[in-house]
């Protein structure tokens, strides 16, 4: 019997060592405090106008994670857009749409937004003469897309279900007006 004493003692003190070790693991889990992850819906829209009169809206909307990792959301939409260089094969495509680059921080009570937006399209075109080479006989013109942009990098502060225009410019050859409305909402 007096063999087996030594033999329980350990066990007894082994047992407790790990039942201590397991507590303190679990203890330090509850320490970690949880990462708070705010989802939120912004809404971007660009709007047109012929002096008084809207002739397009365009909206767009995202979601971007507040304080995330990371704290950002893109979107891309557009299309390739053919323009002759002149060249040999020449053809040369360009990207054409809407860029919104976003990020999203919180504020106390708010979320200040960083907004780079970038808008181009295809207006009209341009005869442009084509020349003509020894191998063709092609004389003539192609007709050349004008392309017009807007660019815009913003910093907001909105609450949810806020809205605001935030940006009005006016096209210097056309006279079209520009304005961009930008929304924000929390997601549940």
């Given at each position: 019997?007096?063999?087996?004493?030594?033999?329980?003692?350990?066990?007894?003190?082994?047992?407790?060592?790990?039942?201590?070790?397991?507590?303190?693991?679990?203890?330090?889990?509850?320490?970690?405090?949880?990462?708070?992850?705010?989802?939120?819906?912004?809404?971007?829209?660009?709007?047109?106008?012929?002096?008084?009169?809207?002739?397009?809206?365009?909206?767009?909307?995202?979601?971007?994670?507040?304080?995330?990792?990371?704290?950002?959301?893109?979107?891309?939409?557009?299309?390739?857009?053919?323009?002759?260089?002149?060249?040999?094969?020449?053809?040369?495509?360009?990207?054409?749409?809407?860029?919104?680059?976003?990020?999203?921080?919180?504020?106390?009570?708010?979320?200040?937004?960083?907004?780079?937006?970038?808008?181009?399209?295809?207006?009209?075109?341009?005869?442009?003469?084509?020349?003509?080479?020894?191998?063709?006989?092609?004389?003539g013109q192609f007709p050349e897309p004008v392309i017009r942009q807007f660019r815009s990098d913003l910093s907001l502060v909105l609450r949810d279900g806020q809205t605001v225009e935030s940006t009005f410019a006016t096209d210097p050859l056309s006279g079209k007006v520009f304005?961009?409305?930008?929304?924000?909402?929390?997601?549940?």
């Amino acid at each position: 019997m007096r063999r087996f004493v030594p033999l329980i003692f350990l066990m007894v003190v082994m047992t407790t060592l790990a039942f201590a070790q397991e507590k303190s693991k679990s203890e330090g889990e509850a320490t970690v405090a949880p990462v708070k992850v705010t989802p939120l819906r912004v809404s971007v829209t660009f709007v047109e106008f012929e002096g008084e009169k809207k002739v397009k809206s365009l909206p767009y909307s995202l979601v971007v994670v507040a304080d995330g990792k990371p704290p950002s959301a893109k979107l891309r939409m557009g299309s390739r857009v053919p323009v002759y260089t002149g060249k040999e094969n020449g053809m040369q495509y360009l990207d054409v749409g809407s860029n919104i680059d976003c990020q999203a921080f919180r504020a106390d009570n708010a979320f200040d937004l960083k907004l780079s937006l970038d808008r181009s399209w295809v207006e009209g075109d341009v005869a442009v003469p084509v020349e003509r080479n020894s191998a063709q006989s092609v004389a003539g013109q192609f007709p050349e897309p004008v392309i017009r942009q807007f660019r815009s990098d913003l910093s907001l502060v909105l609450r949810d279900g806020q809205t605001v225009e935030s940006t009005f410019a006016t096209d210097p050859l056309s006279g079209k007006v520009f304005k961009v409305e930008v929304s924000l909402n929390l997601l549940k």
